[in-house]
C-alpha cells in the first residue's frame, strides 16, 4: 500500500531517501526544506538539493524559515499526510506539526543512539575513534533525537575512512533502511523501542575554533581529528611558504613510524606528535584541488626539524 508522505530535508544527505521513497510508489505530496542560501564565489543564492530534486519530480516544495507560525502549521495540516519522513531538515518540529500525520513523524538518524545525538554524529563518531556507527529511523518527539526507534543498521569505520566517506555510505543505507521502514508501516508492522538511558552523548556542531590541528595530542587522536573533518569544514595547519606561513587544509593522513616535538617535520611528510607521528597524504591549499603529499612537496620544500606552529 503507497502512502502519503510529507519530505523533509535538506543537504546532499537527504536525497538518496527522497529518491527511495519515491522509487517504491509512495505518493510525496510536499518537500520541506531550508530556504536558498548564497554559495558559490559569486554567492548567489542556491537551492538546497532536496528542492532541485523534488523539483524535477514537480513535487511542491516549501521553504519556511519557521513551523512554528499559525500559518505554516495550517499549511502543513492541510497535506492530510499519512506521515512524515524527516532526513537531516535543519528546523525545529513543533508539537502540532509532529502530532499532524496519521502515524506521525519518522527521522533518519546517523548514529546508533542514544550515542551522538545532535547535529553532527558523523564527524564526532570519526573524531571520537568509534570503530561503529550506523543509521537509526526513529518516530520523533520533542526532545532532542529521544525517540523511540523503529529500526536500525550497523555499519563498521574503517581505520582511515573519512567523514566524507562515511557520510555518502550512511546516505545510501539510510535510504534503504527507510524503505523499509516504510513498507513495515504500510503493513501497520512497524514497531518502536525505547532507546536505552545508558551511553548518551550529543555531537554537537563543529565549529572553527576546533579545526585547527593540535600536534600535542597523540597521533591516533590527530588522526581521527583529520578524517573527521574530511573534507569539510577540514583540519588545518600552518606550513612554511618562504618567509610567510600558508593555511593549508589536511584531508587526509595515516600512522607513522617516529618521535618528536609536537609539531616537529621529521622527514617529508612526517609530523611528530605528542605520542607518535603521522604522515599527511592529502592536502589542499585555499582556493586549489585537493593534492597528494608528493605533488604539495615539489612546489613547497619542508626542511626535517621544522617545527609546525
Known amino acids: ?22 522509487g517504491q510508489g509512495h505518493e510525496v505530496v510536499a518537500c520541506y526544506t531550508q530556504p536558498p542560501r548564497p554559495a558559490g564565489r559569486g554567492m548567489e543564492e542556491r537551492p538546497s538539493p532536496v528542492e532541485v530534486k523534488a ?16 500559518i505554516e502549521r495550517e499549511s502543513f495540516l492541510s497535506h492530510e499526510a499519512d506521515v512524515a519522513v524527516v532526513v537531516a531538515y535543519g528546523l525545529i518540529l513543533p508539537r502540532d506539526v509532529l502530532i499532524a500525520p496519521v502515524h ?9 543512539l542514544p550515542r551522538w545525538r545532535g547535529a553532527a554524529p558523523i564527524n564526532r563518531a570519526i573524531m571520537a575513534g568509534d570503530t561503529e556507527t550506523g543509521v537509526e529511523v526513529m518516530r520523533m518527539e520533542e526532545g532532542l533525537d529521544t525517540g523511540p526507534v523503529c529500526m ?17 555510505a550512511l546516505s545510501r ?11 513495515a508501516l504500510s503493513r501497520g508492522a512497524l514497531g518502536a523501542e525505547p532507546q536505552s538511558q545508558e551511553g548518551v552523548t550529543y555531537a554537537s556542531k563543529i565549529s572553527k575554533d ?63 606528535c605528542g605520542e607518535g607521528a603521522v604522515r599527511l597524504t592529502q592536502v589542499q591549499r585555499a582556493g586549489k584541488r585537493p593534492m597528494d603529499a608528493q605533488e604539495f612537496l615539489r612546489g613547497s620544500r619542508i626542511e626535517p626539524g621544522t617545527i609546525l606552529p
Open 1 to 22: 500500500m503507497s502512502l502519503r508522505v510529507v519530505f523533509m530535508g535538506t543537504p546532499d544527505f537527504s536525497v538518496p531517501t527522497l529518491m527511495e521513497i519515491i
Open 55 to 70: 523539483e524535477a519530480f514537480h513535487i511542491p516544495v516549501y521553504t519556511p524559515r519557521t513551523l512554528k507560525s499559525p
Open 104 to 112: 506521525g513523524c519518522l527521522n533518519l538518524h546517523a548514529s546508533l
Open 152 to 168: 536500525a543498521e550497523k555499519m563498521a569505520i574503517g581505520p582511515d575512512m573519512t567523514a566524507g566517506e562515511l557520510h555518502d
Open 173 to 183: 543505507l539510510g535510504a534503504d533502511l527507510v524503505g523499509r521502514a516504510l513498507a
Open 210 to 272: 576546533e579545526t585547527r590541528i593540535d600536534w600535542s595530542r597523540p597521533a591516533a587522536e590527530v588522526h581521527n581529528h583529520i578524517r573527521g573533518l574530511s573534507p569539510f569544514p577540514g583540519a588545518w595547519c600552518e606550513v612554511p611558504r618562504g618567509e610567510n606561513t600558508e593555511r593549508v587544509k589536511v584531508l587526509r593522513s595515516t600512522a607513522a613510524a617516529g618521535s618528536g616535538k609536537p609539531g616537529e617535520v621529521l622527514d617529508a611528510m612526517t609530523i611528530a
